[in-house]
């Protein structure tokens, strides 16, 4: 290697340090498909164990679905193992104008552009739209890939407080003096489980002549009556101007994401955005199976109507059995602990329960809000939420914690 022992140790302490904080991320290893159940290696070497998944983002419980594989299979078979191109050279399929079309129809917008994933879709869309004369108004707990794109793109940078509609309508207030303002928020908070009123956020929208830009990856296939998303849940779906999402949740689980919305915007995203243009395209199989995926969800709401139920029931049970929740109408419930030791802790407990679920805490939120985050999926079973919740009630017994509001659990473990 080229670089020296000196500065190899450089990078050792930098490790050193992430450990010492208690911020380390351990190598965990599924030896399955994603599913309800999954066979799990953790720490790694360690025997193979069956356990309940409770934190994937398999929300529809399609990430192993046998049609959407079928599709897969199909798009392989037919359409080959990839691409190699990026979309505007020789990249695109008309596969990937089917799904484009498709995509646009559920969402209920004039025009979609698929990107690798979500990730890029946000790290293009702000560039290739806004320019220095425009100012973006970003909700304050807005997803990290939002904030990587908005960092690309030379319009000004302003922020309101979480949720806070009167903020936001100041906000809009001082920039009334920029070419555009575009309001940024995510549709579905996915460390809280909160929704975005955006009926609320489009009305502003409308008063201050502003762009609506929704990140709705933790509700795209689920949320709303028919499962388009926050903005059909607000009876919003004519007003936002702006959708980028991901195929990497709800919608299959495998890759992808997209921007949809006004057609001239999707046109400068197709002229300009950089991941579009220098990344590679979506793989056929994905695509195709992506496909299927949206026939799926347009054809029958009876998968989200299991989540729903599946979510509802186990926000009750956990508050039965005496825990502290946040959130409300979505399949992210995070019981709450306020201590990032504890919720280590328990979530190491629950493991061994054979309940598969992760403590969050600083920096992914906020000090002193450490929490472990449940994910409820079409897949699970009433028998499967049963023996979650036992365990918490279980786990919980033995820290203590039953029955303690907020304040009873910091008193006894402190921030
Ligand atoms: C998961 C997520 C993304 C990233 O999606 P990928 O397709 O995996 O890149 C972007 N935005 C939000 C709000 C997300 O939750």
Not at 29 to 58: H, M, R, W
Not at 261 to 287: M, T, W
């Amino acid at each position: 290697m080229a670089y020296s022992n000196k500065t190899r140790d450089l990078f050792a302490a930098d490790i050193e340090e992430i450990k010492s904080k208690g911020l380390y991320k351990e190598k965990r290893f599924i030896c399955s498909p994603q599913d309800a159940s999954i066979l799990v290696e953790y720490p790694e070497g360690a025997e193979k164990k069956q356990v309940l998944n409770f934190c994937a983002n398999n929300y529809l419980g399609l990430s192993s679905h046998p049609d959407v594989v079928e599709a897969a299979h199909e798009g392989l078979r037919e359409r080959g193992y990839g691409m190699s191109s990026v979309r505007f050279i020789c990249g695109t399929q008309d596969i990937h104008r089917t799904l484009q079309d498709k995509v646009s129809k559920f969402l209920g917008m004039e025009e979609t552009l698929l990107f690798p994933s979500c990730m890029d879709a946000n790290a293009g869309v702000f560039e290739a739209v806004l320019g220095a004369e425009d100012v973006i108004i970003a909700d304050r707990l807005i997803h990290a890939s939002l904030v990587d794109g908005i960092r690309l793109c030379s319009a000004e940078y302003d922020t309101f407080k979480h949720m806070n509609m009167k903020h936001l309508r100041k906000k809009l207030e001082l920039h009334q003096d920029k070419r555009t303002r575009m309001i940024v928020t995510d549709g579905v908070f996915s460390m809280d489980g909160d929704l975005m009123p955006l009926d609320e956020v489009c009305a502003l929208a409308e008063e201050y002549d502003a762009m609506v830009l929704v990140d709705d990856s933790h509700a795209s296939g689920f949320i709303g009556k028919t499962g388009r998303g926050v903005h059909e849940h607000f009876d919003v779906m004519d007003k936002v101007d702006l959708i980028t999402t991901t195929f990497g949740k709800g919608l299959g689980g495998a890759s992808g994401g997209c921007v949809s919305g006004r057609a001239e915007l999707i046109e400068l995203c197709r002229q300009k955005a950089r991941p579009y243009l220098f990344s590679n395209s979506l793989a056929p199989a994905i695509v195709n199976a992506t496909i299927k995926v949206i026939d799926l969800v347009s054809a029958s709401t009876e998968r989200r109507d299991t989540l729903e139920w599946n979510a509802q029931y186990f926000r009750e049970q956990i508050v039965a059995a005496g825990l502290q929740v946040g959130g409300q109408g979505t399949p992210i419930v995070p019981v709450m602990l306020y201590n990032a030791k504890l919720a280590n802790d328990m979530a190491s407990d629950m493991y061994a329960e054979g309940i598969y679920v992760i403590g969050f805490f600083f920096p992914v939120v906020p000090a002193g809000a450490a929490r472990i985050r449940v994910q409820l999926s079409a897949a699970h079973t009433k028998e499967h939420i049963d023996k979650a919740v036992a365990a918490f009630a279980k786990i919980g017994e033995k820290y203590g914690i039953i029955g303690l509001d907020k304040k009873g659990i910091i008193a006894k473990y402190g921030m």
